[in-house]
T-cell receptor, first 113, second 111 residues
């Protein structure tokens, strides 16, 4: 399996809902990433997990809560989001940390009403 | 601080014409540069990276440290090259490694 998979593909939620995004890879990669991408903009890094430990949090609001249950899985828990959080959320993984290529998932299109 | 600049938002060329997508970077350390491509309705994927010195789909890019540039070139554009291209700088910080992306250039190849 040489792909990063993400579920769901699309998600619509209200501002009071709690939902989760899921990312999975079975390539033996030890670094995993969450990015946010607004329309016609580049991806913006949110979180980096290295060997299942959070190593970078780019000043992301606490309504986004990442979790890495094991080396193959990465979750992003969402609570009390705002309409401006609507975006494409991308997951990526890489073999290790130093200069490795990142492999991206197809993304979850999130709409917050 | 690190920065990646792609000066062209949109670049239109005719099929068969040469293509050059510009990328300049600012970084105090030793840079790792990448080009990522996003075709319509497909995931973001690596096109090439400077360290491997490969030519992928006819594209090449040379790191010029003197000019702090990593321009992407192809001698003859094809219609299937139409896509969004992002230049990215890999760098270490806060005990981890991350990519900083440029704003992207949309390449449109006219038949």
């Amino acid at each position: 399996d040489t792909e990063v998979t993400q579920t769901p593909k699309h998600l619509v939620m209200g501002m009071t809902n709690k939902k989760s995004l899921k990312c999975e890879q079975h390539m033996g990669h030890r670094a995993m990433y969450w990015y946010k991408q607004k329309a016609k903009k580049p991806p913006e890094l949110m979180f980096v997990y290295s060997y299942e430990k959070l190593s970078i949090n780019e000043s992301v609001p606490s309504r986004f809560s990442p979790e890495c249950p094991n080396s193959s899985l990465l979750n992003l828990h969402l609570h009390a989001l705002q309409p401006e959080d609507s975006a494409l959320y991308l997951c990526a993984s890489s073999l290790g940390l130093a200069t490795d290529t990142q492999y991206f998932g197809p993304g979850t299109r999130l709409t917050v009403l | 601080a690190q920065r990646v600049t792609q000066p062209e938002k949109l670049l239109s060329v005719f099929k068969g014409a040469p293509v050059e997508l510009k990328c300049n970077y600012s970084y105090s350390g030793s840079p790792e540069l990448f080009w990522y491509v996003q075709y319509s309705r497909q995931r973001l994927q690596l096109l090439l990276r400077h360290i491997s010195r490969e030519s992928i789909k006819g594209f090449t890019a040379d790191l010029n440290k003197g000019e702090t540039s990593f321009h992407l070139k192809k001698p003859f554009a094809q219609e299937e090259d139409s896509a969004m291209y992002y230049c990215a700088l890999g760098h270490s910080g806060a005990g981890s490694y991350q990519l900083t992306f440029g704003k992207g250039t949309k390449l449109s190849v006219i038949p």
